[in-house]
């Protein structure tokens, strides 16, 4: 009779364990859905975060730590796929080293379902480029974008400048040299930091040569304009040759942006405005290049300096977008960078459409 009873209590406190780690399984599925789609500001999910915050809930129904932690693993593993290791980038982008993502975004062939379950082809993609922008001297951080890039296998990187504290030539040799061990072919324009010391770009050239590109990539004209220096003019060489080389460019790439929302916390740093101050013969030339671009076929404007990515809508063409990249530089060493270090993906699809995507650097 004893071993009887003491057997009905093992089965008891078994199937009591079950039940509780069912409860917990539906508990951590629930709150990790909630978050994956509720929040898209969160930069990463990891497992000691779901611990941690669902613990106090589960301890009230006698489920520990300890049994939080194997659920958990199972919840990530088979439930969620990769989204607990891999995180969601603040802007709807992807953490760096998201392979999934990346095959499922550039496959050709998947279909896909529609509302009224029909299945199409996705959008099928012509090429992919990297931009980058202001890492100063932070080329550990540049080489892991540029690995990044290459392992989702983009060939070529646009760099839009500030690659430099001071413009000296031994740090723009240096970081040309960690873009030539990238194994990427790259294009580089100077920011105004890479002006400093020589004040002007003789530092620049020195080291990288010409500091204005016109590049086709698949049939895709990116025309780069060095618009780096805050209180000079673009030369009339540079501007002649950009009115040239606009026919039948699709994006243009610059040092500083000309164009951003005026409710835009940076709206006060454009070309031709240096910290809200006006300068003169510069604001006007800005005016023209966007004059420009809006009577020719760019879909975008993209450009860096501000180390806080954005977008705005053209106030007179609508289908005309402006773009500011993230900073590849992190948050040290006293440099205004408002996001965790990241840069961007340009993606062209065969049908014409376009996309800018951030990948987040951890």
Excluded: C
């Excluded at 009905?8 to 994956?36: N, P």
């Excluded at 072919?185 to 002007?200: F, I, K, N, R, T």
């Excluded at 460019?249 to 006060?268: E, K, T």
């Amino acid at each position: 009779m004893f071993n009887k009873k003491k057997s009905s209590s093992k089965s008891s406190k078994k199937m009591l364990q079950s039940v509780r780690m069912i409860v917990a399984t539906v508990v951590l599925s629930a709150f990790v859905l909630a978050i994956t789609y509720g929040v898209k500001g969160l930069s990463t999910l990891t497992i000691d975060d779901v611990i941690s915050l669902t613990s106090p809930v589960l301890s009230k129904i006698g489920i520990n730590e300890e049994d939080i932690s194997k659920v958990a693993g199972v919840v990530g593993e088979k439930v969620f796929g990769k989204v607990l290791e891999l995180g969601i980038s603040e802007f709807g982008g992807v953490v760096a080293g998201d392979e999934e993502t990346k095959e499922s975004s550039e496959s050709s062939s998947s279909k896909t379902k529609t509302d009224d379950g029909k299945k199409e082809d996705k959008k099928e993609i012509l090429m992919s480029v990297a931009i980058t922008s202001d890492s100063h001297n932070f080329n550990g951080l540049l080489t892991q974008a540029l690995n990044v890039a290459k392992n989702r296998g983009i060939g070529t990187v646009f760099n839009l400048g500030d690659l430099t504290d001071w413009g000296d030539v031994g740090s723009l040799q240096d970081t040309k040299e960690a873009l030539d061990a990238g194994g990427l072919y790259y294009y580089v324009l100077p920011g105004d930091h890479d002006l400093a010391q020589s004040v002007g770009l003789q530092n620049f050239k020195q080291v990288f040569g010409e500091n204005y590109h016109s590049v086709t990539v698949s049939g895709v004209k990116i025309v780069m304009l060095d618009n780096g220096a805050n209180y000079s003019v673009v030369d009339d060489a540079q501007m002649v040759w950009f009115k040239q080389e606009l026919e039948n460019a699709s994006f243009v790439l610059l040092s500083q942006p000309i164009y951003v929302d005026p409710d835009n916390i940076l709206s006060g740093r454009v070309m031709g405005r240096v910290n809200g101050e006006d300068i003169k013969k510069v604001k006007e030339q800005a005016g023209e290049l966007l004059k420009l671009i809006r009577e020719s076929k760019v879909k975008a404007v993209i450009a860096g300096d501000h180390h806080r990515s954005s977008k705005s809508d053209d106030p007179e063409k609508e289908e005309l977008k402006h773009y500011v990249v993230g900073a590849v530089v992190n948050n040290s060493e006293g440099l205004r960078t408002l996001q965790s270090p990241r840069f961007s993906i340009l993606k062209v699809y065969t049908n014409g459409d376009y996309e800018l995507e951030e990948v987040v650097l951890e």
